[in-house]
């Protein structure tokens, strides 16, 4: 099983910057890739941003192309979210997730991720 601890969310006006972070715990060794997904009140959790364990894959929403960048740092076991030109519809709680190998985790289905972390709320004010 791995672990995840997401860090960073907080308040922010639009047009601003956040950047998140998921910390990866215990099992790792099978992890193929990060994600993180977003859950806005009332509304489903979406994909947002997937980046293999190498790194040297990365796919985006659309609806975040262009503004947010995932990164990770192998030596920390740790996944980050740089959030760019923040707007008030980016408000929801973001979630970093894990996929084991030989998952379909390319274009983030959600199905693929079999670990999960607590959340962290980001909302962004007009």
């Known amino acids: 099983q791995v672990q995840l601890v997401e860090s960073g969310g907080g308040l922010v006006q639009a047009g601003g910057s956040l950047r998140l972070s998921c910390a990866a715990s215990g099992r790792t060794s099978n992890t193929a890739a990060m994600g993180w997904f977003r859950q806005a009140p009332g509304k489903e959790r979406d994909f947002v941003a997937v980046i293999s364990w190498s790194g040297g894959y990365t796919y985006y929403a659309d609806s975040v192309k262009g503004r947010f960048t995932i990164s990770r740092d192998n030596a920390k076991n740790t996944v980050y979210l740089q959030m760019n030109s923040l707007k008030p519809e980016d408000t929801a709680v973001y979630y970093c997730?894990?996929?084991?190998?030989?998952?379909?985790?390319?274009?983030?289905?959600?199905?693929?991720?079999?670990?999960w972390g607590q959340g962290t709320q980001v909302t962004v004010s007009s």
């Open positions: 997730a894990a996929a084991p190998g030989g998952s379909t985790w390319f274009h983030g289905a959600k199905t693929a991720f079999h670990s």
